[in-house]
């Protein structure tokens, strides 16, 4: 640790010109960077298929699909 402050006490230029390039770097590549405070999201599409044999579609649709879109929408 010695040799290092004493290699920026000697040095002086050199360091300031190392941490001028370190810095443009840094704005360089934030300028590049993609950012969005409110991305866009697409919402996928779920289908579906719910049955039960010898019911009606009024059963089904009470008893299983309704129950399965409230789970799903939480």
Do not use: H, Q, W
Request: hydrophobic share 45%.
């Amino acid at each position: 640790m010695e040799k290092l402050v004493s290699f920026c006490i000697d040095r002086p230029r050199l360091v300031n010109m190392f941490m001028l390039v370190v810095a443009c770097m840094g704005l360089v590549s934030l300028s590049g960077a993609r950012y969005e405070t409110l991305p866009k999201m697409e919402m996928g599409v779920i289908n579906v298929t719910t049955f039960k044999p010898g019911a009606s579609p009024e059963e089904i649709e009470l008893g299983v699909t309704l129950p399965l879109e409230e789970e799903l929408l939480k």
